[in-house]
T-cell receptor, first 112, second 114 residues
Framework: DTAVSQTPKYLVTQMGNDKSIKCEQN?????MYWYKQDSKKFLKIMFS???????INETVPNRFSPKSPDKAHLNLHINSLELGDSAVYFC???????????FGSGTRLTVV | AQKVTQAQTEISVVEKEDVTLDCVYE???????LFWYKQPPSGELVFLIR??????QNEISGRYSWNFQKSTSSFNFTITASQVVDSAVYFC???????????FGDGTTLTVKP
């Protein structure tokens, strides 16, 4: 059983389109995250949710909208995609009290 | 402000050599956590270890060992007798209880040549 499953694995889309990435964890963790990894491999936090509540919202364009219907799911919707949004997006989960992350396999988004 | 510095951008070694990956962190808090993650060429991110700020004991797991020194704000990672399969990007990270995020270093790319 995959602990953190993220879909799709690859996403190629045109500028201006809207797309969503889904994430689910079956570890019983209370906190879920979205991280962005750019072409230089730098990892930056975008959002985190604890028990469905948003707790971290870094400086991310408001074209990015996370949604957590329950503590096992955290989806990311992106409106009006731009070339600069091309990156690998990782979902992760952990226990809030300093637990290590379990990452999904990543979604490689390419905007053309 | 919290910051993690991995000064070594790339390291290349020959198989069976020992290699140490450096990690230096900055924080004003007394309670925090330090982590190492591995990202092999296949792209997934794998959790390796977590230390809390009150536990400075070194840890060994097979060929991997970690040296945590609060006096120098460092949490270094040593691979003994490196193997080709150790080739990956390694990330050090700093996190806090209830902070809702970890701050990652920029990563060190380790290449182990046969």
């Amino acid at each position: 059983d995959t602990a953190v499953s993220q879909t799709p694995k690859y996403l190629v889309t045109q500028m201006g389109n809207d797309k969503s990435i889904k994430c689910e964890q079956n570890l019983g963790h209370d906190t879920m995250y979205w991280y962005k990894q750019d072409s230089k491999k730098f990892l930056k936090i975008m959002f985190s949710y604890n028990n469905k509540e948003l707790i971290i919202n870094e400086t991310v364009p408001n074209r990015f909208s996370p949604k957590s219907p329950d503590k096992a799911h955290l989806n990311l919707h992106i409106n009006s995609l731009e070339l600069g949004d091309s990156a690998v997006y990782f979902c992760a989960s952990s226990l809030l009290g300093g637990g290590g992350y379990t990452f999904g396999s990543g979604t490689r988004l390419t905007v053309v | 402000a919290q910051k993690v510095t991995q000064a070594q951008t790339e390291i290349s070694v020959v198989e069976k050599e020992d290699v140490t990956l450096d990690c230096v962190y900055e924080t004003r808090d007394t309670t925090y956590y330090l982590f190492w993650y591995k990202q092999p060429p296949s792209g997934e991110l794998v959790f390796l270890i977590r230390r809390n700020s009150f536990d400075e004991q070194n840890e060994i797991s097979g060929r991997y060992s970690w040296n945590f020194q609060k006096s120098t704000s460092s949490f270094n990672f040593t691979i003994t007798a490196s193997q080709v399969v150790d080739s990956a990007v390694y990330f050090c990270a700093l996190g806090y209880t209830n902070a809702g995020k970890s701050t990652f270093g920029d990563g060190t790319t380790l290449t182990v040549k046969p």
